[in-house]
């Protein structure tokens, strides 16, 4: 199968699962109930939940308790989009094509739907205990996703990344905010998928190592598109950096460099990729395609 087609059908699959696990919108709270499931299903890559379940596959899963991580990962990054976007943030009016949560219900609703969807994932990560016989498994998958999505992980970088805003940055710094702001949520998925399919921890570590280099090439990638690219592809604004007076790498080191250093870290990926067993064909276009990317 062409790695488009298998990646458009992959996307469908992932997507319906992810959906699947969304909250009914009904009672009292049906107001924030919508705003989450606005904000989930504005679209996107579904990147996340897709690595989860190819890392899954690759170590030879085959059941159906990665689907509950599969759509928590969605939930927790689509939360911490949401933050992001608010005007305390990077003040965003558009999001994939769309206005942001907070333009659509409003600053107060958007803080709760984001709050929500945090809580709501550990919620969903929770239901796959009745579909394995290994809960040890998913206790350690969620400690392992509540590290990467906490203090020590994502809102970690967010917070350096915030903090740091306006100021100049080194490389170690920004290494710093690109690892856990951006890698930390792509290394769970893929080490979730990993644990819940019975790798062994050194090659736990291995997916650790592949997806941290994955991690910083989407975001300088992302740096790269921002000031490349157009509201009307990326669905939302450009030169968003630029207005908030973030260093980026390619603020740093310059275009020609931000390209190379994306596509090193690809390479890098692949290779460690090819070190793990099962079939590879699929996974490593699909990390390759992440800076070919034009959205």
Known sequence: MEFEQWLKEAAARTDAVVCAYLP????????????MNYSVKAGGKRLRPLFLREVYRLFGGTGRE??????????????????????CMDNDEYR?????????????MAVLAGDALAIYAFETAAKAFAMTDRPDRVARCMELLARKSGIYGMIGGQTADVELTGKPLDRQQLDFIYRLKTGA?????????????GAEEEQVSTVERMAACVGQAFQIQDDILDLTSSREVLGKPVFSDEKNHKTTYVSLYGMEQAR??????????????ETLPGSHEMLRQLILQLVTRVK
Do not use: C, N
Request: charged share 25%; net charge negative.
């Open 96 to 108: 994939r094509g769309r206005y942001t949560t907070w333009k659509a219900y409003g600053y107060d």
């Open 260 to 273: 190379k250093e994306a596509e090193r870290l690809s390479r890098e990926a692949t290779d460690i990729l």
């Open 185 to 197: 949520l792509l290394e769970a998925p893929m080490m979730i998928g990993a644990i819940l399919a």
């Open 66 to 87: 990665e689907e509950p991580f599969m759509a928590a990962i969605e939930m927790i990054h689509t939360f911490s989009l949401v933050h992001d976007d608010l005007p």
């Open 24 to 35: 009914a919108e009904e009672g009292y709270q049906k107001t924030v109930l919508s705003a």
